[in-house]
């Protein structure tokens, strides 16, 4: 297999919210494989590339989606090569994006290229999936580029399983995740008088103490959700009672729990412990503000029959096919909750994504081109 491809994509620089380059790029090649191209503006100098190719032999056909991001985050840590540049050991590919997610971009790029152009077929690449996801979100408002989609496969690895011939793992849902801001405001006063004043950071402390008690949701398949407090930050005072803490809760979500439920739960723990435990600061608990909405949990039904046909084909191709579910969130979340579309992930294997010298594997990234060209072929 011929990698120069990918080689190219690693050496364009697309750390966000740069990808104005690679997004050029990727236009260009989608376009020299026979596809319509069309770019969908997400802020100054960023945009999506949707995409579609082929003619309907049905006026109700529905065509399968390939999915990438055209992203990659910062290289953070201590690369021993370039991470712009690939290189090539071991049977690997290390560079910045190698798995999160060039190889898989690459990967969809070949099986079009190998494939026949009559077939409808439609490809989107997103900004931004490293960040708030404002590329994908921004794409579910589309609504004419998707209502004829039947399934959405994302060449995105989900966990990490090691490259085994033998055997394949996909992704057929991951968890969700927000972050809610609780402010607490006090009271000030003279700190050789503590009872004069209302201790903010004392009443933080009840509330982050008191959240391992929170019963957290388990869902049969993809587990148990998470919790942490983080970023506690005060008011600097010098003799004087703390009269303000703010810190964050950072949640992970699994099905039924959304966003607004996890936010429900904290405002009646907080309530409870503002009588039980007499706390007297006034607690504001919000989500945090940010562009996008946080992304649910989502689970993909199994017994969708193109589901079922993808799975059927990997197993065809490789002895054992293995189910997983993500433990974190990604742009999948969004197709899955915000398009209500059937979501797959079919990805490469490799490692030290969103870490120094990340790397795929090059045998597969030759399965995943098969798996993608009987997928445009068959499905
Ligand atoms: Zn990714």
């Not at 740069?18 to 770019?39: C, S, V």
């Not at 991951?174 to 009872?195: M, N, Q, Y």
């Amino acid at each position: 297999m011929n990698t120069t491809l990918l080689d190219q994509l690693i050496s364009i620089n697309s750390v966000y919210p740069n990808e104005k380059q690679h997004a050029e790029f990727l236009e260009e090649q989608l376009k020299k494989i026979g596809f319509t191209t069309r770019r969908q503006i997400v802020s100054q100098d960023r945009f999506n590339i949707l995409a579609e190719r082929g003619n309907k032999n049905s006026p109700d056909q529905k065509a399968l989606c390939f999915f990438g991001h055209i992203d990659t985050v910062p290289p953070y840590g201590e690369w021993n090569t370039d991470p712009f540049k690939a290189h090539y050991q071991d049977g690997k590919i290390y560079g910045l994006g190698a798995v999160d997610m060039k190889g898989g971009v690459f990967a969809i790029l070949e099986a079009c290229r190998e494939t026949d152009p009559q077939k409808y077929l439609k490809v989107i690449f997103c900004v931004d999936e490293e960040n708030i996801s404002a590329g994908a979100w921004k794409a579910v408002t589309d609504e004419e580029f998707f209502n004829d989609v039947k399934t959405l496969i994302a060449a995105e690895t989900g966990n990490i399983h090691p490259y085994d011939p033998q055997e394949k793992w996909v992704h057929l849902g991951r968890r969700g995740r927000c972050t809610i801001d609780l402010e607490v405001l006090g009271l000030s006063a003279h700190g050789a008088f503590p009872e004069k004043g209302i201790n903010a950071i004392n009443d933080a402390a009840t509330i982050i103490n008191s959240l391992k008690t929170l019963p957290l949701s388990e869902h049969p398949i993809i587990g148990k959700s998470s919790l942490f407090a983080n970023n506690i930050t005060s008011t600097e005072t010098s003799l004087s009672i703390p009269d303000y803490c703010k810190f964050e809760i950072n949640r992970s979500l699994v099905p039924p729990e959304t966003p607004e439920s996890a936010l429900k739960q904290v405002q009646e723990m907080v309530q409870k412990l503002q009588t039980d435990q007499h706390l007297k600061s006034q607690i504001n608990i919000s989500l945090q503000k940010r562009d996008t909405p946080f992304a649910p949990p989502y689970i993909t039904d199994k017994e969708n029959p193109t589901i079922q046909h993808i799975l059927k084909i990997i197993g065809e191709e490789t002895p054992k096919v293995s189910i997983d579910y993500g433990l974190s969130v990604a742009d999948e979340n969004v197709f899955a909750n915000g398009a209500h579309l059937a979501v797959i992930s079919v990805g490469p294997e490799g490692d030290n994504e969103h870490t120094a010298n990340e790397w795929v594997n090059i045998d597969s990234l030759k399965r995943l081109v098969n798996y993608f060209k009987r997928f445009i072929e068959e499905v």
